[in-house]
């Protein structure tokens, strides 16, 4: 929270907006580096008693969540974004004097920043890869109101 809290004051105070971005079946676009094994769910015939190996991610495997951010990670990565050491959901790209920040939380993603054009292209981008929804100017997230005022903008919970 304290990261995304910083993102928000910088953005007030250059005046960026903000926008969020929710990720289409998030947990489906994760790719296994490993074999996993499931039962097959109750009535599915199954006279054998046979597992199934599954070639993608599903909802509710303990794996999904690390998956999808590690392909979501690399993703960014390939387009010149780099990870924070000390916030691992903390995205910054840096070009002549512009500056992009994307902040991800599991399926919600947040992006701001100097260049409409680069936040423009970032969306294109992950619209290609993964189908997302823009939610358009952020005003909710993570139980928070987002306000903006002519001072800067207000959080409430």
């Known amino acids: 929270m304290t990261t995304i809290r910083l993102v928000l004051a910088l953005a007030a105070h250059r005046h960026w907006p903000v926008f969020q971005l929710d990720v289409n079946n998030t947990f489906l676009h994760g790719d296994f580096h ?4 499931m039962k097959m769910p ?4 199954n006279p054998y008693n046979k597992v199934g190996k599954l070639a993608k ?4 495997l ?10 979501l990670a690399d993703f960014l ?3 010149g974004y780099v990870q924070s050491k000390n916030d691992y959901s ?6 002549g004097l512009h500056l992009t920040i994307v ?3 599991v399926d919600d993603i947040l992006v701001t920043g100097s260049s409409m054009d680069e936040v423009t292209i970032l969306k294109r981008h992950l619209h290609s890869s993964f189908g997302i929804k823009d939610l358009g100017t952020l005003h909710y997230f993570l139980g928070f109101e987002v306000s903006y005022l002519p001072t800067g903008i207000s959080l409430s919970q």
Request: glycine share 6%.
């Open 34 to 37: 490993e074999k996993v094994y």
């Open 62 to 71: 303990k794996q999904a969540s690390r998956q999808w951010f590690a392909k």
């Open 90 to 95: 903390l995205f910054l790209k840096t070009f």
């Open 103 to 105: 902040v991800v939380y």
């Open 42 to 45: 109750d009535g599915i015939p």
């Open 57 to 60: 991610s599903l909802y509710g």
């Open 77 to 79: 990565r390939e387009q």
